[in-house]
């Protein structure tokens, strides 16, 4: 920290710079706190009480922006420095000069130079290492609703080259390069999350706007096309000469800023080291750790899975007047999808977005797209040559042209009018004889994964989520409750599980004869879906899943103690991703909703705390049944 009494000391000892306004000291101290790291030549400058040398370029940049003499430059160089160089002096405001003032005299507008994270302890074996600055173009997209100038900067890279071995690596401002010539050479990212995140050659992002990127997507549910107009329509506000530099921002920058900064995040919290391939185009770059992620978060993976607070959790007085707990988690499936295999519950990913069939059934492309016919398909079509199937086909293709389509409403319109001013009973037979019979069944489009399954704390804190592929099979769900509360885990079974469909799944149990829950968990159905869409003649609903059945539901004031319409709420959220992650890859789309079901928690889980309700994490003790 610059105190006003320090600096005034030495305008009293160099009386050269009583001339000196007061924007001039400001920006002189600036300027030099920028240019610091590029003229000392050092990966990370320390506070100094010589000054090094300035070079002509720079005497002659900060005279010329500044309005000083070579003199003036000079003394302040000397007489300023050591708050330059100490850390505590912090400027974060934009730059004052415009971009030509820099190129003019080759100087960097801003410095980046890797961060504070980089460690060479890896490379213990280098025995020289070197610097090297160079003075690029390159754009900054910020938060705080302006383009930093897309003026020159310093990219620090550091060569660190062992004489002996031949080692060679290289530094940036993110992540680190061992031998990067090599087809399997990985970038290495330093541990932490820096202030400047590198997104492609040249473009840089700041972390507030990371940060609003996220928020977008959370709570706003934009997709990375709709964030990117936002962005370049309000927020980069600059001249419009410099409005190429700014459409450089896509909806796909936008996407891989959102994952890169997850993944950083991620390796923080897990104390480890992000490793990606150097080599070959940013989506493919990601695929492998978001793939990896994912395995992590199945089941047991979100932050939040031990949550517990006075909202999903209740004590009770037992017979015997001791209290004990009672938890509750609702289960419910929402329409959200990606593309997948057309095969009923496959699960290889597909080659491509727009295949229909992963690589191990494409042999079903030479068969007739009706689901009924075994035959093989002719002609360049989907369907075979019998009559009725190519004609299906020809259909699902004119229905998709809005002209045919139109024609058709129309002569269905005039025809049911004309019958309905017939009195005749033999002309209206005759009519109703004409209409088409069953029609055929089958498919010539992608087919979609059917929906996610969410486990859901009556709090509305997401669990865990789930792709169901063919269905929502009771099976499958039972399967996915399974994977949530392990049985290494068997503190985290619950008292109850709320599921519209409860029955089925409790007739599934008995017929398997699985008691994992059976006799242990109430499974009961939520009062909306049991009072509208479960019969009161079905015996085994009524004995097992009704809530009645269940008093301690029931509280002193004769309302139910837990929310079981918690589904609800979060699906009318979680149903707005559709279209947004409705053509992402498997492991795009998996990362993205388990990010957002992650950053929802946080909030959900501030929120619960502003209103006392006490959240907090069931110790790891507990969940192993120890105590």
């Known amino acids: 920290m610059v105190l006003a009494k320090s600096v005034l000391a030495v305008l009293d000892s160099h009386p050269a710079l009583g001339g000196l306004e007061l924007h001039q000291l400001q920006q002189f101290l600036e300027l030099g706190c920028r240019l610091l790291p590029e003229i000392q030549g050092s990966m990370h400058p320390t506070p100094s009480s010589s000054p090094p040398t300035l070079a002509s370029k720079y005497q002659e940049f900060l005279s010329c922006s500044l309005k000083l003499t070579p003199e003036q430059v000079t003394v302040c160089w000397n ?85 002996k071995t031949g080692c060679l690596t290289r530094y940036y401002h993110n992540y680190s390069i061992t031998e990067a010539s090599k087809p399997d050479a990985q970038r290495v990212y330093y541990g932490g999350i820096p202030s400047w995140i590198e997104v492609s050659d040249h473009v840089f992002v700041d972390i507030e706007f990371c940060k609003w990127i996220e928020t977008e997507m959370t709570f706003a549910q934009s997709s990375s096309e709709t964030i990117a107009r936002i962005y370049l329509l309000t927020h980069a506000r600059l001249p419009p000469t410099d409005r190429t530099t700014a459409s450089k921002i896509t909806g796909e920058m936008v996407l891989h800023v959102f994952f890169l ?138 229905l998709n042209k809005a002209t045919p389509r139109l024609k058709q409403s129309l002569s269905r319109a005039k025809q049911q009018s004309s019958l309905a001013a017939c009195d005749d009973r033999a002309s209206e037979s005759e009519a109703l004889a004409s209409q088409p019979g069953p029609s055929l069944k089958g498919r010539i489009s992608r087919t979609w994964t059917h929906n996610e399954q969410l486990a859901i704390r009556p709090c509305q804190i997401v669990l865990a989520r789930a792709a169901m592929f063919g269905s929502e099979a009771v099976n499958a769900v039972k399967d996915f409750l399974k994977v949530t509360f392990l049985p290494k885990y068997p503190g985290s079974l619950l008292s109850y599980i709320f599921y519209d469909d409860n029955c089925k799944l409790w007739e599934h149990l008995v017929a398997s004869n699985d008691t994992y829950f059976l006799n242990k968990v109430g499974l009961v159905v939520d009062v909306f879906h049991f009072t509208r869409k479960h019969k009161e003649t079905d015996i085994n609903c009524q004995t097992y899943c009704n809530p009645a059945n269940y008093p301690e539901l029931v509280g002193s004031n004769g309302t139910w103690v837990f929310n079981s319409s918690a589904a609800e709420q979060v699906n009318a959220w979680f149903g707005g991703f559709q279209a947004v992650v409705r053509e992402m890859s498997p492991e795009r789309y998996g990362f993205y909703l388990d990010q957002m079901i992650a950053i929802r928690n946080q909030f959900v889980v501030t929120e619960l705390e502003r209103k006392g309700h006490k959240p907090h994490l069931v110790p790891r003790s507990v969940l192993e049944g120890l105590e």
Request: glycine share 8%; hydrophobic share 35%; aromatic share 8%.
């Open 79 to 163: 007489a300023l420095f050591p708050f330059i160089a100490d850390a505590g002096y912090q400027t974060e405001s934009a730059p004052t000069l415009d971009d030509s003032d820099f190129l003019k005299y080759s100087v960097a507008a801003h410095s980046l130079t890797p961060g504070p994270g980089m460690s060479t302890s890896s490379h213990s074996l280098c025995d020289e290492v070197l610097f090297q600055f160079f003075v690029l173009l390159f754009t900054v997209y910020v938060r705080a609703f302006f383009l930093l100038p897309s003026g020159p900067s310093t990219l620090t890279t550091k060569y660190g080259i062992n004489l």
């Open 261 to 398: 900064h997850s993944l950083l995040q991620d390796s923080k919290k897990h104390g480890s080291l992000l490793k990606l391939p150097h080599h070959g185009e940013n989506r493919v770059r990601l695929s492998g750790a978001l793939a990896e992620r994912n395995l992590r978060m199945a089941g047991t993976g979100q932050d939040m899975w031990a949550h517990a607070c006075n909202l999903c959790m209740k004590r009770i007085a037992g017979p015997n007047g001791l209290q004990s707990r009672i938890t509750a988690v609702v289960t419910d499936g929402v329409t959200l999808g990606h593309p997948c295999c057309g095969v009923k519950d496959c699960k290889i990913p597909l080659s491509k977005q727009y295949h229909r069939y992963c690589p191990e059934h494409t042999s079903h492309l030479t068969v007739c797209a009706i689901t009924t016919c075994t035959r093989n398909t002719s002609g360049g079509y989907a369907t075979c040559d019998t009559h009725t199937h190519r004609q299906w086909e020809v259909d699902r293709h004119t």
